[in-house]
């Protein structure tokens, strides 16, 4: 089945010590999405990739930085994990032109010790 | 003006009856509204979407009810279920414009049916 899938599921790592999340899809969307999700709240966005081209939402720290080598990959990079950036960290694509449906990875569970 | 208002923060029905979550919006460049429903620990899925050109969308026990001139959309869940019990998220994005396709979401109605 087509889908976005995320790895790790669950990922533990220390304050300050960078860690890398990744998501594959295989509808061959053009648009990436890295969400944050923290508990009780809605998904925020930090930034997508229509195709290679990158779009930061303005309110996204410095922190986060995120690469897509081809369609089907993108990763999100944290430099330095502080407390407060534990949370889920969801993946999602569309396809503009197509239906707006953006589909949404399992998500990843980050904890900052 | 980028805000999806979306009332109550939580919900909760007894088993068969009608569960109704609304949301507001001021942005009248929006022309997409989905709801996604997402359980615990799951990622958000699609359960219904609906477009500025009708007012009313059903999909077995969920309809969307659209009112464009008051910028209003609601979810109701008909002969709501356990199984339901989730959190559901309204959202809308715009076709054009800077933000292009990015979904601006609801802050997330916590539903609870009760057996």
């Known amino acids: 089945d087509a889908m976005v899938i995320q790895n790790p599921r669950y990922q533990v790592t220390q304050f300050g010590k960078p860690v890398t999340l990744s998501c594959s899809q295989t509808?061959?969307?053009?648009?990436m999405y890295w969400y944050q999700q923290k508990s009780s709240q809605a998904p925020k966005l930090l930034f997508h990739?229509?195709?290679?081209?990158?779009?930061n939402e303005a309110d996204t720290p410095d922190n986060f930085q995120s690469r897509r080598p081809n369609t089907s990959f993108c990763f999100l990079d944290i430099r330095s994990p502080g407390l407060g950036d534990a949370a889920m960290y969801l993946c999602?694509?569309?396809?503009?032109?197509?239906?707006?449906?953006?589909?949404f990875g399992p998500g990843t569970r980050l904890t900052v010790l | 003006q980028q805000q999806v208002k979306q009332s109550p923060q939580s919900l909760i029905v007894q088993k068969g009856g009608i569960s109704i979550i609304n949301c507001a919006y001021e942005?009248?460049?929006?022309?997409?509204f989905p709801w996604y429903q997402q359980f615990p620990g799951k990622g958000p899925a699609l359960l219904i979407a609906?477009?500025?050109?009708?007012s009313e969308k059903k999909e077995g026990r969920f309809t969307i009810s659209f009112n464009k001139s008051a910028k209003q959309f609601s979810l109701h869940i008909m002969d709501s279920q356990p199984g339901d019990s989730a959190t559901y998220f309204c959202?809308?994005?715009?076709?054009?414009?800077?933000?292009?396709?990015?979904?601006?979401f609801g802050k997330g109605t916590k539903l609870s049916v009760k057996p």
């Open positions: 999602a694509t569309s396809s503009p032109g197509g239906s707006d449906e953006q589909f």
């Open positions: 509808l061959n969307h053009n648009v």
């Open positions: 990739y229509y195709d290679k081209d990158f779009n």
């Open positions: 942005n009248t460049a929006f022309d997409y």
């Open positions: 609906i477009r500025p050109d009708v």
């Open positions: 959202a809308a994005s715009a076709a054009y414009g800077g933000s292009q396709g990015n979904l601006i």
